[in-house]
């Protein structure tokens, strides 16, 4: 069961309180700290692409540095994401046709405000997880894979994925649904998406994870974005490598091993911050301006003027 983990403070009324779970593992995946139900299975939705990525680097797909922190990322559609989408593609001798991801417009609102004055329509090539289907599709061409049903539950490279979170997490699959994306979406618990973030960020980590991870820390903005908070976290504690998902769901990792997940019920993102700055700095001991400034981001307005914010219900 969720617990009350933040609260939405106006002219000094608490008007609303967000619910959620989060946990924290130490280097060895074991829990150190937790609020609510962190061993029920749930859908990590995006923030399980490292371990999709994985999978992918597991079965050969050759891309590095930015190219591949945009493989395992939900970009904000800036001219950079779609042309290193591009780029993937074309060493696949494939067509943004090929994308099997729906028509969207960029996750970015300035980007998808500049797309609608314009006049330019929804396509698969701007939807934020365009950079995992074209590195899905060319870790299907390498392996003779089709790539017209790649995103089939029973597919080869489905069914890497399936096994590598089941590796990387240390739980079987129970769930498995489909993503925003349309790619299948496989769960687990918070605890595990906790343990997984142990596995990448930590000294424990292996080739492959560090090589995914080393491309996440270089090159932050292929991850998300230049206005991302995810991307702004990670330029602003070094070692950290982070993963935000839809729904409210965060994961993140520290350099000597120890890692955080967390998910809010009803799905805001303005808690999901303000919750995670939270922990990293009380139960991770995380000194860090970028923390600090985050902490504090989430106001409230009336009439143009501050009028409160959403604060952390934490009690640690």
């Not at 980590?205 to 090589?211: L, P, S, T």
Request: net charge negative; hydrophobic share 40%; glycine share 12%.
């Amino acid at each position: 069961m969720s617990v009350p983990v933040a609260y939405v403070v106006r002219s000094g009324l608490v008007e609303g309180t967000h619910f959620g779970s989060a946990v924290v593992v130490d280097a060895q995946g074991k829990v150190e700290w937790s609020i609510g139900d962190v061993s029920s299975a749930m859908f990590p939705r995006s923030s399980n692409k490292l371990m999709q990525g994985l999978a992918m680097v597991r079965n050969g797909l050759p891309l590095k540095n930015e190219l591949l922190a945009l493989a395992c990322a939900s970009h904000s559609g800036e001219d950079f994401h779609l042309a290193g989408v591009q780029d993937i593609l074309n060493a696949a001798n494939l067509g943004t046709d090929s994308l099997k991801c729906p028509p969207d417009y960029p996750l970015d609102e300035i980007e998808r405000d500049t797309f609608l004055a314009e006049g330019l329509g929804k396509a698969s090539l701007y939807m934020n997880c365009s950079g995992k289907h074209s590195a899905m599709l060319f870790t299907s061409v390498l392996n003779g894979w089709d790539t017209e049903t790649y995103l089939k539950p029973n597919h080869p490279l489905q069914v890497a994925c399936r096994e590598t979170i089941e590796s990387v997490t240390g739980e079987k699959v129970e769930h498995i649904g489909v993503d925003g994306c349309g790619a299948p979406l496989m769960s687990m618990s918070l605890t595990g998406l906790a343990r997984s973030f142990s596995q990448f960020s930590g000294p424990a980590a292996d080739a492959n994870q560090k090589k995914i991870a080393t491309a996440i820390k270089e090159n932050p903005q292929y991850l998300g974005g230049t206005r991302r908070d995810v991307t702004q976290l990670m330029q602003g504690v070094p070692g950290l490598v982070a993963k935000d998902g839809a729904e409210a769901v965060y994961g993140i990792g520290l350099g000597d091993g120890r890692a955080l997940a967390l998910k809010i019920e009803d799905g805001a993102d303005r808690a999901r911050i303000v919750v995670a700055m939270s922990v990293l700095q009380k139960v991770l001991g995380v000194v860090s301006k970028e923390v600090e400034r985050q902490l504090d981001s989430q106001e409230l307005f009336g009439g143009g003027v501050h009028v409160g914010k959403v604060i952390p219900a934490l009690s640690i």
